[in-house]
């Protein structure tokens, strides 16, 4: 089964993914993940990207669309996957159906201000990346990780004034696609507000119902 988490930034796809891939055996491909580690690796692709999401932008399709196709054409993929941040336009959609079949769309909703909340208190590890919430997931340490005891850090793209951004940019740019997958009819909404395992409840009661459902074999991009 290939399936796509959308939604805005700090919703829990990743969160979701994780459980999702785990559950069904099969991958979770993150762009965001790809993009920050050739990032941190430095090269020329690193900083072009790194440029775009300090400043809280989407990156590129032509750049967005290279990583897919390069990540998808893998093995690991051919049994499913599940896709978290991408696509994040309609040109993006299209790309990726020249690419690979989806069977579902699983856009995940929540307040604004419920998302802005869980963005901003996030803590990050410079060294292993776990990551922590001055709220919901405090380390034991005051700015240290539980793991390593690495330096916890808040990253430049979780900040008040850059999440805002990355919220209408996504309202510009993402949101679009909701339209698109409805029509469609790939797209299922769940409800991503409370906790995590509620989360999780919601999204696997919809990949239940939908895999009881008869499967009409489609080619590729239709």
Same mark, same amino acid.
């Given at each position: ?39 941190? *690796? ?5 900083? /072009? ?5 300090? !400043?809280? #932008?989407?990156?590129?399709? &032509? %750049? =967005?669309?290279?990583?897919m196709k ?30 690979a079949r ?37 380390? *034991?340490?005051?700015?240290?990780c539980d /793991? ?5 850090? !808040?990253? #430049?793209?979780?900040?008040? &004034? %850059? =999440? ?59």
């Amino acid at each position: 089964m290939n399936i796509i988490l959308l939604g805005p930034p700090g919703i829990g796809k990743g969160t979701q993914a994780d459980t999702l891939a785990a559950k069904l055996r099969i991958h979770k491909i993150c762009t965001g993940d790809i993009m920050r580690e050739e990032a941190k *690796k430095g090269s020329l692709l690193g900083k /072009k990207v790194k440029a775009y999401m300090d !400043r809280g #932008e989407l990156v590129p399709d &032509a %750049i =967005v669309i290279s990583i897919m196709k390069k990540r998808l054409s893998r093995n690991d993929c051919k049994k499913g996957f599940i896709l978290d941040g991408i696509p994040r336009t309609t040109a993006q959609a299209k790309a990726l159906e020249k690419t690979a079949r989806i069977d579902l769309v699983i856009n995940l909703t929540a307040p604004e201000n419920e998302i802005i909340e869980r963005i901003t208190g996030r803590l990050t590890c410079r060294y292993c990346g776990e990551i922590y919430h001055v709220k919901f997931a405090r380390p *034991k340490k005051h700015g240290a990780c539980d /793991k390593c005891r690495g330096e916890l850090y !808040r990253r #430049e793209d979780q900040k008040e &004034a %850059i =999440v805002r951004k990355r919220l209408e940019e996504y309202d510009k740019k993402t949101k679009p696609l909701i339209e698109y997958y409805r029509q469609k009819k790939l797209l299922f909404n769940v409800d991503a507000s409370g906790s995590k395992d509620g989360v999780a409840k919601r999204i696997w009661k919809v990949i239940d119902a939908f895999t009881k459902k008869p499967i009409k074999k489609r080619e590729k991009g239709k």
